[in-house]
């Protein structure tokens, strides 16, 4: 549903870092889960768009579902592309809540919605299951989308019977955890629950921001002209300060004659102002936090490719190629590295250490100068006070409030980069045994601006602290922030060093215009060549070319035909079904599949890079010749094929596609 939190498993609570033993005992006591998670729920059938025929619904009411899991099927005629997922999110939330098993829904609910235009099935589920369910690639992610494109030519019927079971058999692997790591995921989720937000869908909560669209453009623009993918983030980082500067100097002008005014009336009146102000800038310090939210941004790019919904809703912003910018499904197989968990953990630590300047600045003053200090705020500024005190004394990090006394800045400042040391390596556990490839990616482009503006504010912050109101900063303290300094630049160079191949080559590989061509040198894969992919459309596919398709001249009727590529390479063409591409065939030497087989090749090479995996069939037309077929093991692949045709001693061709198109033997005929 529409702003669902990611939530502990099982219901375990949040706790505060210092109760990490008593959040880990809660959450072995809880680690059963509640009584519905043992509960069978009969299925929910709301066929409100007559889009499945009586025998699957028959079907899906006799269907043996999992315990623990509350089904519902539902079917709408039409939904807005460019609102489609925060649609279905609605309509779950409204179905949970006209239900009398609301809070089965709300929790273990597994909510399959179709629409009839566009034709489209997504899936939802509850509370409880959806962090699980989407980090291990049940609601987003290829298989999902594997699934998804079963209903995009209509037959609703094959799509339902297909993901219901796959549901059934993914749903509980996938959220029933080990004790171990789900009492390592309570405690990570405990630390950083409200940070996961950020990892927010395109079609779910951005559509509602005005920063969407014109972000969107400048990417675009950016990765055509330039073929990078920082310059745009540089740009809203500056344009994000210089907001920030003049709103908090109008806000500053505004208080300060506020308190003026109070002051001169009396002083009990001004310290309730000042208080209040104080109040007012913290919130409007997080409010300027969300408006200018530059996350929701960037993983409206990155994660478009785990839904099809969210590549419809993004392609209706009316951004020309913005779907393209966005992750492949394939890359959510690829599970987070030891290289991109580092780059986490140095990233998360640096937006810690570079977030309190202000602090930074009177840390490294003298004691005695902290303490004065520190007795002034408290005069002017009690609630700012509080705060830094509840900051040093907390947490585990927290010292005795004699103790913080002493030297009250250094004390939070140390406080508080300890919290963020034990965040880093929370986010790096999270990353390294929950999180896929494109998630710790998101991650990084979303801590990358706040990490340049925090170290432009924390030089600048120690470059004013050098001299203190007494005097020079003794040797001890200088010496000591600028060992700290030092690291903090080599930590942040090996950062961004190590950064930007890594993203950028991500982005090269993945990405269109600009980046994957169609050449003899392509490879052919299941579902995929170069830069086109099985089920686009002819538009979308001269969008990835860069270049037109042109009609086969033995293609014959609308329902089915062929095109290829003008711009080459020969040999090469798609088979259009219903508008959309169903399958790649290859008739001439040069492109190879991704084990390296092509046309000319022997049968007895070809079986050799694929041993025990090709069924050797009869040839149609050809006495003396073969199909070799390749079936994937992988479950989202069970719908499609790779196909070699020989004369009995070497391939003539071969194709890649979706069943049942793959299979058709003479084309379009």
Partial sequence: MRGQKTGSICGVGRSRSGSSLILLFAAFLASGCSQLAKQEFPPMILDQADLLDQQTEAWLTSFHYPRGFAFVIRSVDELPEALIGARADDLFAETAKESSEEDALENRGVFVLLSRKPALVQVRVGEKLHSLARWGGVIAGPDYIAKQSLAMNGDFDDAVRAIVPWLAQRLPETTELSRTRKLLLNDIMAEISSELEDFGLPSESFYGHYLLKPVLELRVRERIRFGSWWITYVVLGVLLLVAKWIVGAVFGVTAGGLERAALRSSRGLFKGVRTASDVARILLSIGLGLLFSIPSAASALLL??????????????????????????????????????????????????????????????????????????????????????????????????????????????????????????????????????????????????????????????????????????????????????????????????????????????????????????????????????????????????QGPLARAETAEGEDCYYVEPQQGPHGVSFMIIGGRIARIDISEPGITTLSGARVGDSEKHVLSLYPGRLEVTGHTYNETGHYLTFTPKDPADSNYRLIFETDGNVVTRFRAGRLPEVDLVEGCL
Avoid: C
């Avoid at 599970?335 to 977030?355: D, P, W």
């Avoid at 408290?378 to 004394?393: D, H, N, Y």
């Fill in 304 to 545: 478009s490719g785990s839904r099809l919904e969210d590549q419809i809703a993004l392609k209706a912003s009316g951004v020309p190629g913005v779907e393209r910018l966005g992750f492949e499904p394939e890359e959510y197989r690829i599970s987070t590295g030891l290289a991109i968990v580092a780059l986490v953990l140095i990233l998360r630590m640096a937006k810690g250490l570079t977030g309190q300047a202000w602090l930074v600045r009177m840390a490294v003053l003298p004691e005695d100068v902290q303490r004065e200090a520190f007795e002034n705020l408290e005069e002017t500024s009690p609630a700012r006070a509080f705060v830094l005190m509840i900051l040093g004394t907390g947490g585990e990090a927290g010292v005795s409030p004699e103790d913080f006394e002493k030297a009250p800045f250094a004390h939070a400042y140390f406080s508080s980069a300890l919290q963020d040391f034990y965040a880093a390596l929370k986010w790096a556990l999270l990353a390294q045994l929950f999180l896929p490839k494109p998630l710790s990616l998101a991650a990084v482009y979303f801590w990358i601006p706040p990490v340049v503006l925090g170290s432009v504010a924390t030089l600048r912050a120690l470059l004013q602290a050098r001299r203190s109101p007494q005097g020079e900063v003794s040797p001890p303290s200088r010496l000591r922030w600028a060992v700290l300094l030092l690291g903090g630049g080599v930590l942040l160079f090996a950062a961004f060093r190590f950064s930007y191949p890594l993203l950028h080559g991500s982005a090269q590989s993945t990405m269109s215009p600009g980046g994957e061509r169609l050449t003899a040198d392509s490879k052919l894969a299941l579902r995929a060549i170069g830069p086109i992919r099985i089920g686009m459309t002819i538009e979308e596919a001269e969008q990835a070319l």
